[in-house]
């Protein structure tokens, strides 16, 4: 809910959401007319979309019934209240970030230099055998003993 539906309908369901100040409206799901609505058309709704509500058929199945239980909580229809607002705010407040860590690459890799000067063949076929050898100021690489004429489209020997 707070992902995909929250930008429209608000925390609380109520019509309000931060796209309603763009000009676009916001619908309340807490009116007695969503209320009358069965779960599965508010579950199809969900999954198909219509008119300005686009449609949320890439979220999971059992998902889709957690929000249709979800926004049932919101209208009171369950009995008892749901929590609104940003429901997974970093740290135990939500007024703090979470710091850096040291679990990922977060420096560049190490950049080693090649002492080849052209490129590395990585097959022996005859497409690697077209290419011309690699050279250094260390090692020399003998050219493939295969050297007869090929056709340029092909690569076939001639």
């Known amino acids: 809910y707070q992902i995909n539906c929250v930008p429209c309908h608000g925390d609380a369901g109520m019509g309000d959401g931060p796209v309603t100040k763009y000009g676009m409206p916001g619908i309340a799901l807490i009116s007695d007319v969503t209320k009358a609505r069965s779960d599965g058309y508010i579950f199809g709704m969900i999954r198909n979309g219509r008119g300005l509500m686009p449609p949320y058929n890439r979220i999971e199945e059992m998902d889709r019934w957690d929000v249709v239980n979800y926004l049932r909580g919101l209208q009171g229809v ?8 940003p429901l ?17 690459p977060t420096r560049p890799v190490p950049y080693y230099h090649s002492p080849m000067a052209g490129p590395i063949p990585v ?15 260390t090692d020399h690489v ?10 340029s489209t092909s690569g076939r020997v001639r």
């Open 88 to 104: 997974a705010a970093p740290g135990v407040t939500g007024k703090m970030l979470p710091g850096a860590t040291r679990l990922g």
């Open 123 to 137: 097959a022996h076929d005859s497409a690697a055998a077209a290419l011309p050898a690699a050279s250094s100021t």
């Open 78 to 85: 369950l009995g008892r209240k749901v929590a609104v607002g």
């Open 142 to 151: 003998p050219a493939p003993a295969d050297t007869a004429p090929r056709d």
